[in-house]
């Protein structure tokens, strides 16, 4: 694997690839990788002869300077990790690589039309004007063909996506279906710091995700708005405290009255485990088979 920390000396590497015809997938993180990190890199290595990760702690994506400072980094694991796993290129940037210009210099100008003020924007504020930065700026510099996803952050894939559809930037943008443990919690490096009775609690939101998928299933015209209010109470059991449960179309992350108003409906939640934040989300409705690149 290759180790890239300039950004100039990865474009030479990419832009000399790219002529020998090589397609580019890539895969952007903050590190601390685990097996839903995997999952995106195994798409990726599938679809393309080259596949580039990136582990970048982003700055301007914290609202909460403490989060950012005890951000979990864990390099030689996750290089060692990515080797093994047969990765070609890791892009490790200094911050002055991303941000040239310092951390306040201007965003891309995107509107992003309140997709970044439901669910998770409201808890986070700034956190998506962060995200979109970065993603930008690595996009900038990667330019690959296709840039991997997961649905496990959903609203922050539809708003990746939003972004290049709005610049028109030249890459395909793929979600790959969230990866759980055998009990259903989805994987994420903060289900290490739940404590044994949260995690013991924890599987409990997927169940939930899962009634709300299986009613609607039985139940098409079913009122959403009154399945997220008992969705809510279900899942208000100590030690979970739900935070939001939002069934939203899948394109304006607007709530969603009933499954016809929307061609994509997914049900989002927020789920305190003691004090620990959690997110996970269910598609019910896609217009197409789900696949990780269309
Ligand atoms: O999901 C993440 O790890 C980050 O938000 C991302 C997309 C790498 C941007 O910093």
């Known amino acids: 694997m290759r180790l890239f920390k300039r950004a100039a000396a990865l474009q030479a590497y990419l832009r ?7 397609t580019i997938g890539f895969v952007p993180t903050m590190g601390a990788l685990h097996e839903g990190h995997f999952e995106l890199l195994r798409h990726s290595m599938k679809d393309n002869t080259l596949t580039v990760c990136s582990i970048f702690v982003n700055p301007t994506q914290f609202n909460d300077m403490r989060d950012l400072a ?6 030689e694991k996750d290089i ?3 080797a093994r796993l047969g990765c070609e ?3 490790m940037p200094f911050e002055s690589e991303i941000y ?14 309140g997709l970044d003020q439901t669910m998770e924007g409201i808890h986070r504020p700034g956190h998506f004007k962060g995200v979109v930065q970065v993603v930008h700026r690595l996009l900038q510099i990667v330019q ?3 840039l991997y996803m997961g649905q496990k952050d959903y609203q922050q894939y539809r708003i990746v996506q939003h972004m290049v559809e709005q610049l028109a930037l030249p890459v395909q943008v793929a979600m790959v279906p969230i990866v759980r443990q055998a009990d259903g919690l989805a994987l994420s490096s903060r289900n290490l710091r739940l404590s044994p009775k949260a995690r013991a609690a924890a599987p409990r ?11 609607v299933s039985r139940h098409p015209d079913a009122d959403l708005a009154q399945l997220s209010q008992k969705a809510m109470d279900q899942l208000n059991a100590p030690p979970l405290k739900p935070e939001y449960f939002s069934i939203v179309n899948g394109t304006t992350l607007q709530p969603v009255r009933h499954l016809n108003e929307a061609e994509s ?8 485990a003691e004090d620990v934040r959690l997110i996970d989300n269910m598609i019910l409705k896609w217009p197409q088979p789900i696949h990780a690149t269309e």
């Open 89 to 91: 290129v890791l892009f």
């Open 144 to 146: 690959p063909h296709r």
């Open 80 to 82: 060692a990790a990515l």
């Open 16 to 22: 000399y690839q790219s002529e020998q015809g090589a």
């Open 265 to 272: 409906v997914v049900a989002c939640t927020a789920v305190w």
């Open 100 to 113: 040239p210009e310092g951390l306040d210099a201007p965003p891309p100008q995107v509107a992003l039309m």
């Open 70 to 75: 005890h951000y979990p980094r864990m390099p």
């Open 205 to 215: 939101i997927y169940q939930v995700l899962k009634e709300v998928l299986a009613y």
